[in-house]
């Protein structure tokens, strides 16, 4: 069964970089089949996609993220990453990792999600 | 301002049926699946529906998607007080990426 498993800082200080890891288990990062997300959700708001990531590397971004944001993946220790620098009290948030299907040009669905992690940004 | 529109709330009895509606463009749901997401309080989401109307293995078949032109809607029957959770709509985008609903919180009275 395919789990994932987020890690990382829960406080990072305004103005530095979140950095934050996805360990996948229960199958293989290497799947052509899937994409490897980023999702986050303030607290009391809703889901907002940062950017997705195929085992060879080539990435998704979020237009309005994309400037502050970097996704890669480990394929030798079956884990992905996401950084997002100049962080804000606005980036405070639940982290969410997830699997999501290929598609031509475009990506589906996320069906497996990692339990998520909060990241605070405060000083 | 979320790039889907669905309504903040909704609520029914249990037992009965409900529908919750997720609006977009033709950059969006007009050309792409859609899929919907359930969220209970301090939980991660779990996909309910993908590809406008498949249900993974291990939803019940009171969960039904549909899709029309730029909308598609989320049908529950058989309300349970379980079932009380926000329930979000996403998809791709062709300019944004992947986009989501700004979510609806489900009541079950």
């Known amino acids: 069964q395919l789990q994932l498993q987020e890690s990382g800082p829960g406080l990072v200080k305004p103005s530095e970089t979140l950095s934050l890891t996805c360990t996948v288990s229960g199958g293989s990062i290497s799947s052509g089949a899937f994409f490897w997300a980023w999702v986050r959700q303030p607290p009391g708001k809703g889901l907002e996609w940062i950017a997705s990531v195929y085992y060879g590397g080539s990435a998704y971004y979020n237009p309005s993220l994309k400037s502050r944001v970097t996704i890669s993946v480990d394929t030798s220790n079956n884990q992905f990453s996401v950084k997002l620098s100049s962080v804000t009290a606005a980036d405070t948030a639940v982290y969410y990792c997830?699997?999501?299907?290929?598609?031509?040009?475009?990506?589906?669905?996320?069906?497996?999600w990692g339990q998520g992690i909060l990241v605070t940004v405060s000083s | 301002q979320s790039v889907l529109t669905q309504p903040p709330s909704v609520s029914a009895a249990p037992g009965q049926k409900v529908t919750i509606s997720c609006s977009g463009s033709?950059?969006?749901?007009?050309?792409?699946?859609v899929s919907w997401y359930r969220q209970l309080p301090g939980t991660a989401p779990i996909l309910l529906i993908y590809?406008?109307?498949e249900r993974p293995s291990g939803i019940p078949d009171r969960f039904s998607g549909s899709k029309s032109v730029t909308s598609a809607t989320l049908g529950i029957t058989g309300l349970q007080t379980g079932d009380e959770a926000d329930y979000y709509c996403?998809?791709?985008?062709?300019?944004?990426?992947?986009?989501f609903g700004g979510g609806t919180k489900l009541t079950v009275l």
């Open positions: 996403g998809t791709w985008d062709g300019s944004l990426g992947a986009v």
């Open positions: 590809k406008n109307d």
């Open positions: 997830a699997r999501q299907e290929r598609g031509f040009g475009e990506l589906f669905q996320l069906d497996t």
């Open positions: 033709s950059s969006n749901i007009g050309n792409h699946y």
